[in-house]
C-alpha cells in the first residue's frame, strides 16, 4: 500500500529523520514524502512517531481522479480536494462536487498541502488529493495529535517558549536521528534544561536518564516528567563528570549549553574557545558512560557575525577521531532570526 506523507515545513531535521527511519521513503516534491506499508494501521504507527509528520494519506487504487469519483467517497459533510499536480484546478473540481452532491459544503485549501490538521480534527473533513495527470487519488486518514503537542510545548509545568528551548517536534526528530529501535535502550541527556529531549525518548519507547549542573533546572526537568507521568534518573551533575553517576548508556542525545544570549559580535570570538573546551571534556568522559558503538546526538552552535562565521562542531575534528565515528554533521536548525544557529552532529563511538 501506498501513503503520502506530508511533513512540517518549518522542521529542518525531516529529510535526515525520515532517512533515518524510513529509508525507503521518496521525497515527492517539498514536504512530501511517498511511503509504502503494508498496511493503514503500519504506516500510521510508523509516521506517528516523527517529529516531522504532520498528515497522512492513503492511496486509494482503482478510483479515477474524477468528481465523479470523489464525490461518491464523501461521507461528512465538509470536505476538500487539493489537486497535486495543478493547484490552480483545485477550486473548479470542488465545485464540481459540491454540485453532484447537491448538499455540504467544500472548504478550498490555500496550498497544495491541503488543510491543516487543526481544520481537519475540528470540522470533521473528508480530504482528498487528486493528481490527474498520473490518475492518483489519496485520502487523509491521519493527522497528528496537534493537542498533546501543544501540551508538551506550552503547559508544561515550566514551558518558557522564550528561554531558547528546543520545540518538542524538533527534540522527538533529534531523537529519531538514532538508527536502532528504543525498546530497552538507555537514552541521556546531560543537559537536561526542562526535560524536552527526555519526553520525547521516554514517548518513543527509551529508557531515559538526564542530568544538569544546575538543581533548579534537575528540578524543573522532574516536575515536567512527573506531570508527564515519565520515571527517569536524575541527578545534579556536571556533563564533563557524567561517568561518576552513569554507565552502560546506549545514546547521548542533547544540546549543550550554548553561551550567554545577546552577546556583541566582537565578544563572540572569546565565547567559542570557552564552549569548544567544555564540549571536548564533555565527549572525553562520555567514551567512559556509552556502551561500545553508542551513539551521541549533540547540539553545536554557529555564530554568524556577517563578517565571521564561528563554528564550534570544529572541536571534533583532530583527536576525538580517533574514539568517535562522525557519521553526519551539517544538520542545521534555528528559530526565526535566531541569533544562534544550532548545527546537529552524529557521532558513534568506537
Known sequence: MRFLLFV??????????????????????????????????SAQTTVSKLGC???????????????ASVADLVTFKNFSVTCLDNFQTSASLNQEIKNLLQKGRFILPKEQFGLSPILIK???????????????????????????????????????????ILPPKIARSMVNLLPFEPAGKLLVDPFCGSGRLLVEASELGYRVGGSDILAEQVRETKANLDFLEIEAKLEVLDATHLSDLFHEVDAIVTEPFLGKPNLRPDQIRYLI????????????????????????????????????????STVIDGKLELSYNLLKRGIMYSRPNAEVRREIVILQKK
Open 8 to 41: 512540517g515545513a518549518s522542521n529542518t531535521l525531516a529529510e535526515f529523520e525520515i532517512e533515518t527511519q524510513i529509508k525507503s521513503a521518496k521525497l515527492l516534491q517539498p514536504n512530501v514524502y511517498l511511503i509504502e506499508a503494508p498496511t493503514a494501521l
Open 122 to 164: 475540528k470540522h470533521r473533513i473528508d480530504e482528498f488529493f487528486v493528481d490527474q495527470q498520473r490518475e492518483e487519488v489519496w485520502q487523509t486518514l491521519w493527522v497528528h495529535d496537534y493537542q498533546h503537542w501543544i501540551k508538551k510545548d506550552r503547559h508544561l509545568p515550566f514551558a518558557n517558549a522564550k528561554a531558547g
Open 273 to 312: 574557545p570557552g564552549l569548544q573546551k567544555l564540549y571536548l571534556g564533555c565527549l572525553k568522559d562520555w567514551l567512559k558512560v556509552l556502551k561500545s558503538d553508542g551513539y551521541v546526538v549533540m547540539v553545536f552552535p554557529s555564530f554568524d557575525t556577517g563578517k565571521h562565521l564561528y563554528k564550534t
Open 53 to 67: 509528520s504532520i498528515k497522512l494519506a492513503k492511496e486509494l487504487v482503482g478510483v479515477a481522479p474524477s468528481s
